[in-house]
């Protein structure tokens, strides 16, 4: 596994994204949350281009990310490399610690200051949250990202191999917690344990600020409790999503959401 997430190609990464996407898209199909009445097709062009355009940042800050990942191989630079561990604690640790700067804080963040919202809020506006919502962001919110990543990438000390299993299994729990998908209460708050699962963000997702500012966490749900951001609805199918300013379907073109956080 360290070997093949080392030398892993771009068209590997995007066929994982694709598997992701095609297996939650037939699950939604078969148990759904909610019944949407919309044009399904349309609304996934949409949020499909914005997935693009974050695949494209995620490529180009590669480069970035994998010598900054080498360099501290390299330097012994991390925190993880003061203690003398096993390279599989060492992995599981070095995700942990990229979740919770690259994923959680960065989220969290965007929910407070202005012109992070400004960026962030169009993946709110989305009314019809499913599979196709994972990975619409701004370009902008994007690099934001990609940024913090770095960041947590130089904290932990993580190796090239931890940073592509990290994006990959962001990338595809991303896709399984905005998917519109109906488990079992039991099965669903039994992985809400361990990871961030399709009940557990559908919150995150409610026109209620108090929802919308809570359970920021993208693969490890523990950071929402250890952070004091959780919340739990025991109806997730009576949730409302969006954002109330924003209800109209104009609002969520594609040119609209581009230009959205440019404007008052």
């Not at 399904?40 to 994998?66: C, D, E, Q, R």
């Not at 169009?122 to 913090?148: G, M, Q």
Request: charged letters at 15%; one cysteine or more.
């Amino acid at each position: 596994m360290v070997e093949y997430f080392t030398t892993i190609s771009s068209s590997h990464r995007t066929l994982i994204l694709a598997i992701g996407l095609v297996l939650c898209w037939g699950l939604e199909g078969a148990i759904p949350l909610f019944q949407f009445q919309y044009n399904k097709v349309k609304h996934s062009i949409t949020n499909l281009f914005f997935t693009l355009t974050t695949v494209i940042v995620n490529l180009l800050f590669a480069t970035i990310l994998l010598t900054t990942a080498q360099w501290s191989v390299e330097n012994k630079w991390g925190l993880l490399y003061l203690l003398s561990l096993p390279i599989w604690l060492h992995g599981i640790l070095a995700i942990m610690i990229m979740d919770m700067i690259g994923a959680y804080w960065v989220h969290r963040l965007m929910h407070i200051i202005p012109i992070g919202w400004k960026l962030h809020r169009i993946h709110h506006i989305d009314t019809k949250v499913d599979v196709t919502t994972a990975l619409r962001a701004h370009p902008a919110e994007s690099i934001l990202r990609a940024l913090f990543l770095l960041i947590g990438i130089l904290i932990a000390g993580a190796e090239i191999w931890m940073v592509m299993v990290y994006q990959s299994l962001s990338a595809l729990n991303a896709q399984f917690e905005h998917s519109n998908l109906k488990l079992p209460k039991w099965f669903d708050k039994f992985l809400e344990i361990f990871i961030v699962s399709p009940d557990m963000h559908k919150v995150h997702h409610s026109r209620k600020q108090f929802e919308t500012d809570s359970n920021f966490a993208n693969i490890f749900s523990v950071w929402d409790r250890v952070f004091g951001s959780y919340k739990s609805v025991k109806k997730t199918d009576t949730i409302e999503y969006g954002l109330d300013e924003y209800q109209n379907e104009k609002d969520d073109t594609i040119k609209s959401l581009l230009s959205n956080p440019f404007r008052k």
